[in-house]
T-cell receptor
């Protein structure tokens, strides 16, 4: 399967614990995005990488959140000192620039985080 | 601020009938518009996009959408609905010239229910 993959698919943790998610984008895509989706809502943008450079971060990304893409390939999203409000589906997407910059984003299956 | 509105939480249609899922947007500059579909326990799947050119764009699974600049709309359509089209549909917009690189702004989603 050459699509975007995410691990783990599900994560249950206790409040205050740290969690880390991994995203493996489509191999030829240099752009990688993280989104968060809560029940009944559309995905909300968290952060964007072009190659290894993190070029944009949402205000949603508090200082407890950190994302990396060390070699411009896979990416990790870490949440420190988790809170119940962090419970959500975390989606990763990747894209190529596309014609006129209009490359569509391809999404992974997501990691569902439950904070008890 | 950039935003997307999907005015209907749910659309019900009989199998074989035409369907429309509505989307309106608000952005600065020329928008890039996208439709995604989400099936239960799966990631978002790309359906179609409008970047430039012909206002009527065709996508996967027989779906099409019409870009209307004066009404700032991008409604999703299909001439004959299938029960298997039942899913959650998201409209999304990018406005590269308004800043924010490539992030997508999503609507809240519309649940399509196709009845036999």
């Amino acid at each position: 399967d050459t699509g975007v993959s995410q691990n783990p698919r599900h994560k249950i943790t206790k409040r205050g614990q740290n969690v880390t998610f991994r995203c493996d984008p489509i191999s030829e895509h240099n752009r990688l995005y993280w989104y968060r989706q809560t029940l009944g809502q559309g995905p909300e943008f968290l952060t964007y990488f072009q190659n290894e450079a993190q070029l944009e971060k949402s205000r949603l990304l508090s200082d407890r959140f950190s994302a990396e893409r060390p070699k411009g390939s896979f990416s990790t999203l870490e949440i420190q000192r988790t809170e119940q409000g962090d419970s959500a589906m975390y989606l990763c997407a990747s894209s190529s620039p596309g014609l006129a910059g209009g490359g569509e984003q391809f999404f992974g299956p997501g990691t569902r985080l439950t904070v008890l | 601020a950039q935003s997307v509105a999907q005015p209907e939480d749910q659309v019900n249609v009989a199998e074989g009938n035409p369907l429309t899922v509505k989307c309106t947007y608000s952005v600065s500059g020329n928008p890039y518009l996208f439709w995604y579909v989400q099936y239960p326990n799966r990631g978002l799947q790309f359906l179609l996009k409008y970047i430039t050119g012909d206002n009527l764009v065709k996508g996967s699974y027989g779906f099409e959408a019409e870009f209307n600049k004066s009404q700032t709309s991008f409604h999703l359509k299909k001439p004959s609905a299938l029960v298997s089209d039942s899913a959650l549909y998201f409209c999304a917009v990018r406005a590269p010239l308004a800043g924010g690189y490539n992030k997508l702004i999503f609507g809240a989603g519309t649940r399509l229910a196709v009845h036999p």
